[in-house]
């Protein structure tokens, strides 16, 4: 039987571009990260002879979806976001899996909650970003 090629999530990491053209910097201490889930729209094309009585679609825009990510609590990885937020301009993320992948995007943030307090727990932050443009992977080692 063949050796397992699964990655594990330990190690992810979650930065933006803080200095064009290619310095990244992280946001804070990660936890937790739902990566963008692209889409595509499609356009129903049926017409009166389409071929046994299917539909026929073609393809229109896509949609870069959003990424959700969640951190611990700081005030360096809050300010960071709060930036974000209150900018008009997208900002360039990068999210670095443990095999050196890379999922790059340009997003802005839409919100940017902090998490539930309780008494017994630490306290959480976390990010939607809505994706603008494309989303860019590149394999990893």
């Known amino acids: 039987m063949a050796a397992t090629e699964a990655v594990k999530g330990f190690g992810l990491t979650a930065e933006y571009l803080s200095t064009a053209p290619s310095t990244y910097s992280a ?16 356009i129903d094309a049926t017409h009166m002879q389409s071929p046994g009585g299917y539909r026929e679609f073609i393809s229109s825009l896509r949609d870069g979806g959003e990424a959700t990510l969640t951190f611990n609590y700081t005030a360096d990885g809050y300010e960071v976001l709060e930036g974000m937020f209150d900018d008009d301009d997208p900002a360039n993320f990068r999210i670095t899996l443990s095999d050196g992948a890379t999922i790059v995007f340009d997003g802005l943030v839409t919100e940017q909650p902090i998490d539930d307090i309780a008494i017994d727990d630490k306290i959480g932050m976390s990010a939607t970003i809505k994706v603008t443009g494309p989303v860019t992977f590149t394999p990893g080692a």
């Open 27 to 42: 946001i804070g201490e990660l936890l937790s990260a739902t990566p963008p889930q692209k889409s595509r729209e499609v």
